[in-house]
C-alpha cells in the first residue's frame, strides 16, 4: 500500500484512470453511431419491404415473399397498437425465437407485417463492441506504461533531490543535485522543466549556505590565530603585576578569554577536516574513570573556570577493548562534564556498557533545539541552563566525528541532561 501511494504511482493511476474514461466516453459515442446507422439500413429495408407488400394487397396481388403476413402472433405489442392507430413503423422483436426487424402497417382492418433477420446485425455490433473494448484495454495499457514510466522519471529526479537535500541537511554541504542545465529560461510562453528548477534552486541554495558557512570558519579560525598572540603578551605581562586582588582578577579573565581562543582554534581544526585519529586499543571502562578523575582534578584546580562542574561518578556495567584516540576521548569526556557542571546540577553519573558511554546530570536538562538540531556554537539555547558560549558541545560533534563516535542528546523522563557516546567497534589501527 505504501507503494502505491508513492507519486510514480499516482501520476500512472491517475493517467489510466483518465484514458479509460475517454475510452469509455468514446467507446459509447462509436457504439451508438455504429449500431444507429447499422439498425437504420434494417429499419430501412423493412420499410421497403413493407411498403412493397402494402401495394401488392392494394392491387390484390400476391407478394411472393414468405416473410409478410396478416396479424402474425409474434407482432410486437407496440407495434400493433401504433398500426391500431393508422400508422407504419418497425421495431426489433423476435419470430420464432429469433431476433427480427419488424415493419407493420394497416391493410383494411388488418396489420399488414413484414420482417427480416436481425441476428447478423446484432452479431456484427457484437463484434464491434467487443472490439472498441479490446481496444480500449489496449489503449488503457499503453497509456498506463507510458505514464508510468513519464512517472518514474519524475519520481526519480525528485528522489534524488530530496536525497541531496537530506544529504545537505546532515551536514554534506559538497553535495549537489546537478541535473543538466536546459537552455535560458524559457518565458512566459515557453515550456518548463518545473523538477529541475528545484535541483537547480537547491544547489544554488547549498552554494550560498556553504559560502556562507566557510566564511564564518575563516572568521572564526582568523579571529583566533589574532588574538593568540595579544594574549600570551598579556598573559606574560600580568605574571610581573604585584600579588593582590587585581592581578588575581586579571589572570582569571586572561585564562578564561585564552581557553576561549584556545576552543576556537580547535573548532577551526576540527572544521577544516585535517584531524586525523591516533587510533590505539583501548579498555573503555579504564579509559573513562582516569578521563573523568582527570576531568574533576582539573577543575578542581581551575582558577579561570571554577564551576567547571563537581567530580562525577562511574559505573561500569560491562567493559569492552575499542580501538579510540584516548586522547581525543578525554576532551570529549571532559567537555560533557563540564556542561554538566555549568549548565546542570549533581549528582553527575557516568556509565559504560559495552561501546556506550552515557553521561547524565539531574539539572534542567537540554533545550528542545539543542535535540532537534544539534549542538550550536555562540548559542547555549534555554537560558535555564546556564549562561556559557556554546563551544564546548561543538567540539564534541567535531571530535566524535574524527572518531566516528555516534553522539545523541535526549533528557531522562525524571529530569536531567542526557548525552550518549556509541562508539565504533570492530575496527583495527
Avoid at 598579556?234 to 587585581?246: D, K, N, Q, T, V
Avoid at 529530569?415 to 562508539?423: H, K, M, P
Amino acid at each position: 500500500m505504501r507503494a502505491l501511494s508513492s507519486l510514480r504511482w499516482k501520476i500512472a493511476l491517475t493517467t489510466t484512470m483518465v484514458c479509460c474514461m475517454v475510452a469509455a466516453a468514446l467507446g459509447i459515442l462509436v457504439h451508438n453511431v455504429v449500431a444507429r446507422q447499422m439498425v437504420g439500413e434494417v429499419r430501412k429495408a423493412a420499410a421497403t419491404e413493407l411498403e412493397h407488400a402494402l401495394g401488392h394487397y392494394e392491387y390484390g396481388t400476391a407478394h411472393g415473399d414468405v416473410n409478410a403476413a396478416f396479424d402474425p402472433p409474434d407482432l410486437p405489442r407496440r407495434l400493433r397498437e401504433l398500426v391500431a392507430s393508422g400508422q407504419t413503423g418497425s421495431i426489433v422483436g423476435e419470430q420464432g425465437g429469433k431476433p427480427v426487424m419488424w415493419a407493420a402497417g394497416p391493410a383494411d382492418d388488418k396489420a399488414l407485417a413484414v420482417w427480416l433477420p436481425f441476428g447478423s446485425t446484432r452479431e456484427r455490433l457484437r463484434d464491434i463492441d467487443t472490439a472498441i473494448l479490446a481496444s480500449a484495454i489496449l489503449a488503457a495499457g499503453l497509456v498506463a506504461l507510458a505514464g508510468l514510466f513519464l512517472a518514474d522519471r519524475i519520481s526519480r529526479r525528485l528522489a534524488t533531490t530530496a536525497a541531496v537535500a537530506r544529504r545537505i541537511s546532515a551536514g554534506d554541504l559538497d553535495a549537489r543535485v546537478n541535473f543538466p542545465a536546459e537552455g535560458d529560461d524559457p518565458g512566459p510562453g515557453g515550456s518548463r522543466d518545473e523538477v529541475r528548477d528545484v535541483a537547480h534552486a537547491l544547489d544554488s541554495m547549498a552554494s550560498s549556505l556553504q559560502g556562507r558557512l566557510e566564511a564564518e570558519k575563516r572568521f572564526t579560525a582568523d579571529v583566533a590565530h589574532e588574538l593568540r598572540t595579544p594574549l600570551t603578551g598579556s598573559l606574560a605581562a600580568a605574571a610581573l603585576l604585584p600579588e593582590g586582588r587585581p592581578k588575581e582578577m586579571i589572570n582569571n579573565r586572561l585564562k578564561a578569554l585564552h581557553l576561549l581562543t584556545e576552543d576556537l582554534l580547535e573548532i577551526s581544526r576540527l572544521d577544516s577536516g585535517v584531524e586525523r585519529a591516533d587510533l590505539a586499543r583501548v579498555e573503555l571502562g579504564r579509559a573513562v574513570q582516569r578521563a573523568v578523575a582527570a576531568a574533576a582534578a582539573a577543575a578542581a584546580g581551575s582558577v579561570a573556570a571554577p564551576e567547571a562542574g563537581p567530580a562525577a561518578s562511574v559505573r561500569v556495567v560491562q567493559d569492552m577493548v575499542v580501538v579510540t584516540d584516548r586522547r581525543r576521548l578525554d576532551r570529549i569526556l571532559a567537555n560533557l562534564l563540564a556542561n554538566a557542571g555549568k549548565h546542570g546540577r549533581p549528582p553527575v553519573e557516568v556509565t559504560v556498557e559495552g561501546p556506550v558511554v552515557v553521561v547524565r546530570d539531574h539539572g534542567p536538562g537540554y533545550p528542545p533545539e539543542l535535540i532537534e538540531q544539534g549542538p550550536q556554537r555562540f548559542r547555549t539555547g534555554d537560558p535555564g541552563r546556564g549562561r556559557g558560549h556554546g563551544l564546548g558541545l561543538t567540539i564534541v560533534m567535531g571530535q566524535a566525528a574524527v572518531l566516528e563516535i555516534v553522539v545523541g542528546f535526549a533528557n531522562a523522563p525524571d529530569g536531567g541532561a542526557v548525552t550518549t557516546l556509541r562508539l565504533p567497534v570492530g575496527r583495527v589501527p
